[in-house]
């Protein structure tokens, strides 16, 4: 949240709407520990990330829905899953993001 | 007003957990913790007590985690998921003197989750090769560093130097701070001399009373590592509000409901 922090309060002064994402669970290795964020404005603008590249462009589209529909959603990026092929979680661990409208 | 409580607190270094369920109907649900106070709602009051407790549990080790919770807060329950940030700097443990007891006392204090400091004016004594645990190691007399050093409630002073020259200058400014805990070790007759001087210096016996002297719960300890454990478990218990002993002699349920008492 810190490093995400400036920019986000930027946003919201501008009168962007803003989602944030964060991760709340890692198993095995994963390149961002629990707690790291990224956020979306309606714009199109990112800062901060939950795993040092390797899914921000998903979790960027997961952020851009949050905005325009207000659902909170909780997806897993990870070896095992069909998503992790498509957007290639090259670190080899799982992660559990939760992304959210920040109306709060 | 949760986000912008949320940035104020960060912006000023002050202790708080942000709390989020991530599932269910209700997700999105916030709870933002201070020390003292506490906004938003999880859904149930059961459930917003428990999230506060654990909150603040997280805030004394300065760890984030998910948690997992009954629907109105009963901790076996798995029904709900809270995701609990908790923004607070490692808590600081100052060991002064280094000796064999302060290199088990640092590795302890890590294992607790603390920034541990070991102090000592001697410089031959007072290296990281001897107390490979501490995340510093700083050559000073400990009533001059001590004055100069950062303390809050969360902070624990470790007194392992039971010279006379060294802690009885070195309480004197413990005990003029917000520590949490203060111990020092020395024989019962050790610190009486230590009251004695104390009281000659003006403390007060509120003041005499906040020093855990002798050091540690009483469980026997004779090596190092077991003062260590001794010493380490007085802190969790002081903490706590408890008085030590075996839970199997107790009635007391095992754990604190931290709805009612503060981490401090």
């Known amino acids: 949240m810190i490093d995400v922090l400036d ?20 198993e095995k290795s994963a390149p961002r520990d629990p707690g790291a964020m990224l956020a979306v404005n309606e714009r199109g603008d990112v800062a901060g990330s939950v ?7 998903a979790v960027y589209e997961e952020g851009q829905d949050a905005i325009a529909t ?7 990026y990870g070896i095992s899953d069909a998503d992790a092929i498509s957007v290639g979680l090259t670190c080899g661990g799982t992660i559990h993001v939760f992304v959210e409208r920040l109306d709060w | 007003m949760i986000f912008e409580r949320l940035a104020a607190a960060l912006r000023a270094e002050t202790p708080v957990a ?26 149930t ?21 998910m948690r997992t919770f009954g ?26 003197g280094a ?68 802690d009885i200058p070195l309480l004197q400014v413990a005990l003029r701070t917000d520590a949490g805990y203060i111990g020092a070790m020395g024989s019962r007759r050790t610190h009486a001399n230590r009251i004695d001087a104390l009281r000659s210096a003006g403390v007060s016996e509120a003041d005499l009373g906040r020093v855990s002297a002798p050091i540690g ?20 218990a002081l903490r706590e509000r408890r008085r030590g002993g075996r839970l199997s002699d107790g009635t007391l349920p095992v754990h604190n409901d931290r709805s009612v008492v503060s981490t401090s």
């Open chain 2, 99 to 166: 000796i064999d007891f302060s290199r088990a006392m640092a590795r302890i204090g890590k294992y607790l989750g603390y920034h541990v400091t070991v102090i000592d004016a001697r410089p031959i004594f007072a290296t990281k090769q001897r107390i490979p645990d501490a995340d510093d190691v700083v050559v000073a007399w400990p009533d001059e560093f001590l004055s100069q050093a950062p303390v809050d409630y969360r902070t624990a002073l470790i007194v392992l130097t039971h010279d006379v020259k060294f």
């Open chain 1, 51 to 57: 795993s040092g590249g390797c899914v921000e462009s």
């Open chain 2, 18 to 43: 942000l709390v989020t369920r991530i599932d269910g109907a209700q997700s999105g649900a916030k709870l933002l913790v201070f020390e003292d106070e506490v906004l938003g709602d999880l859904g």
């Open chain 2, 217 to 236: 719960l009483d469980i026997g300890a004779r090596t190092p590592e077991e003062t260590a454990i001794s010493i380490a478990a007085e802190i969790v």
């Open chain 1, 70 to 76: 207000g659902r909170p959603r909780l997806v897993t």
């Open chain 1, 7 to 26: 920019t986000v309060e930027r946003w919201r002064r501008e009168g962007q709407r803003v989602a944030v994402a964060t991760v709340v669970g890692v």
């Open chain 2, 45 to 65: 009051p059961g459930l917003n007590v428990a999230a506060a407790g654990e909150a603040r549990a997280l805030l004394a080790v300065g760890e984030t985690a």
């Open chain 2, 71 to 96: 629907e109105d807060g009963e901790p076996v329950g798995v029904e709900v998921r809270l995701f609990i940030a908790a923004y607070a700097p490692k808590p600081a443990m100052y060991v002064f």
